[in-house]
């Protein structure tokens, strides 16, 4: 694969690359390590699997593909107790394999890297970082207001994570924009080398609300069955003529249209009958209220009851 194809895969749907020179350099070398790091909390949703997208465009560019499980972050930020989270990390690798990963991908368990040089390679980073700056980088992660000191070493655990895996790519939502930037500024402090960074957007809850999450219940998970599929999309936001921060479309650009240069609506007579439709036809059309909110969802569930099909049987059968 050239390079500017890899470039075109690897940036698809994100929102940003930092910096995509560098990017390009990277992609050069013969051994190459792109990582994500998701707290093992619930239950993986398609927000997550969006950000798995871009890890397996990474993979097919030669990267090796590190996926950390932040269980000890998850605890230091509240989500449970040691053990619950070693349970939810289980199942949250299962998920992970099933959206399609090689078989050489990396999980890596962060309670497993609590080495010596890892511990110290902390506190020398904590010498370089004000609370004032760690509580800044921590602000979209936390999910409280007032930070306690355990969820001040977050942020920099979260950068020696970057160096005690070899990272020469982190990837992460927008909510990890600010860690991020800590990294590629405190790293060269320690005479280490920073990441390029890769932002994947936040796709909004079936609620409407800013963000699918597991704790808000707001979600479509890889492994529901078509039933719940069908339920959570039929009660999902979708407003007649919306076409701004409408979920239901959104799931339509992320999940069909990355693949169909067309989305097939299928329709009674009566109703007008079937339609073709390219993405900027269904939205021309969707503002204009000449398309029925439930028709959507109707057409959306179908294709992502489709799509997660083979997921579901690869959770039945492992």
Not at 245 to 266: F, G, S, T
Request: charged content about 30%; aromatic content about 6%.
């Amino acid at each position: 694969m050239d390079i500017d194809t890899a470039i075109e895969n690897i940036t698809k749907n994100t929102l940003e690359v930092i910096e995509e020179d560098e990017l390009r350099e990277i992609l050069k070398k013969d051994e190459k390590v792109a990582y994500v790091g998701f707290e093992p909390s619930g239950k993986i949703h398609l927000g997550h699997a969006l950000t798995i997208k871009r890890m397996k465009a990474l993979q097919d560019a030669g990267f090796t593909i590190k996926i950390f499980i932040a269980d000890l972050h998850a605890y230091l930020n509240g989500k449970g107790t040691l053990e619950e989270l070693a349970q939810t990390a289980q199942y949250n690798m299962k998920c992970f394999k099933a959206l399609g990963l090689s078989e050489d991908t990396e999980f890596v368990m962060g309670s497993d890297r609590m080495t010596r040089e890892y511990i110290f390679k902390v506190i020398e980073a904590s010498k370089h970082v004000t609370i004032q700056r760690a509580q800044r980088s921590m602000a979209q992660i936390s999910r409280d207001e007032s930070h306690n000191v355990a969820e001040t070493l977050y942020p920099l655990m979260q950068v020696i994570d970057i160096y005690d895996l070899g990272v020469d790519v982190a990837v992460g939502g927008m909510e990890q924009r600010k860690i991020h930037m800590l990294a590629r500024e405190l790293l060269p402090k320690l005479e280490l080398d920073a990441p390029v960074c890769i932002h994947i957007p936040l796709i909004h809850g079936t609620d409407g609300s800013d963000k699918m999450s597991s704790s808000k219940g707001n979600f479509i998970a890889v492994d529901d069955d078509p039933k719940t599929i069908s339920k959570k999309i039929n009660e999902s936001y979708c407003p007649m003529g919306q076409t701004e921060d409408n979920p239901v479309l959104e799931l339509a650009h992320y999940y069909i249209y990355d693949e169909h240069e067309k989305m097939l609506i299928e329709r009674p007579e009566k109703f007008g009958g079937n339609l073709e439709l390219t993405e900027e036809e269904l939205l021309d059309l969707y503002s204009k209220k000449e398309l029925h909110p439930m028709d959507l969802k109707n057409t959306v569930t179908k294709y992502l009851t489709d799509k997660l099909e083979s997921v579901r049987v690869y959770m039945e059968e492992n």
